[in-house]
T-cell receptor, first 114, second 112 residues
Framework: DVKVTQSSRYLVKRTGEKVFLECVQD?????MFWYRQDPGLGLRLIYF???????EKGDIPEGYSVSREKKERFSLILESASTNQTSMYLC?????????????FGPGTRLTVT | AQTVTQSQPEMSVQEAETVTLSCTYD???????LFWYKQPPSRQMILVIR??????QNATENRFSVNFQKAAKSFSLKISDSQLGDAAMYFC?????????FGTGTSLTVIP
């Protein structure tokens, strides 16, 4: 089975702190994604990566950056956390290929910024 | 931009009964895929069922089936013989152009 893990289930940070959210997948998937999940808004794509050191902005990249130094690891960085970044963050991975459209999700990190 | 709309924020169903969750989508693409994902409380999101747009036959996975109306851009999920374990948030999603688009979700409660 594909396994996508995230470094923390719950995280509490202070405004202005630099925050790192880590995601690791064990199935050698090329594509990895970071989503933000908020009630009434569904999932919104922050960034995605289709290869090591490659990244693309999603729908809401402002205030975030990402890093992908190794194929299995995709990090989301909040340079200076703000209260409006309090949310559930979901990581996902997907293999490359014409018919490889199924995403595999991690358990999520619920981030609270105070 | 692609949009996926779930007009039912909350639904409830009696155990063993059938419930239908609605979803509409908007795309100008001819090649796309549609999905229903399930997110149980405090658990990982998992794929329930998928439908390729080029297929006319509705997808079925055990107690889960879809009603895919391509012309109407409608993609509803039917859950038959509902079980307590079906209680979750359900997200409708479309995939096109290497990107997924999600609806806002429907919270399903199963009443014993």
């Amino acid at each position: 089975d594909v396994k996508v893990t995230q470094s923390s289930r719950y995280l509490v940070k202070r405004t202005g702190e630099k925050v790192f959210l880590e995601c690791v997948q064990d199935m050698d998937h090329e594509n990895m994604f970071w989503y933000r999940q908020d009630p009434g808004l569904g999932l919104r794509l922050i960034y995605f990566s289709y290869d090591v050191k490659m990244k693309e902005k999603g729908d809401i990249p402002e205030g975030y950056s990402v890093s992908r130094e190794k194929k299995e690891r995709f990090s989301l960085i909040l340079e200076s956390a703000s209260t409006n970044q309090t949310s559930m963050y979901l990581c996902a991975s997907r293999p490359q290929g014409l018919f490889s459209y199924e995403q595999y999700f991690g358990p999520g990190t619920r981030l609270t910024v105070t | 931009a692609q949009t996926v709309t779930q007009s039912q924020p909350e639904m409830s169903v009696q155990e063993a009964e059938t419930v239908t969750l609605s979803c509409t989508y908007d795309t100008s693409e001819s090649d796309y895929y549609l999905f229903w994902y399930k997110q149980p409380p405090s658990r990982q999101m998992i794929l329930v069922i998928r439908q390729e747009a080029y297929k006319q036959q509705n997808a079925t996975e055990n107690r889960f089936s879809v009603n895919f109306q391509k012309a109407a851009k409608s993609f509803s999920l039917k859950i038959s013989d509902s079980q307590l374990g079906d209680a979750a948030m359900y997200f409708c999603a479309s995939y096109t152009g290497n990107q997924f688009y999600f609806g806002t979700g429907t919270s399903l409660t199963v009443i014993p």
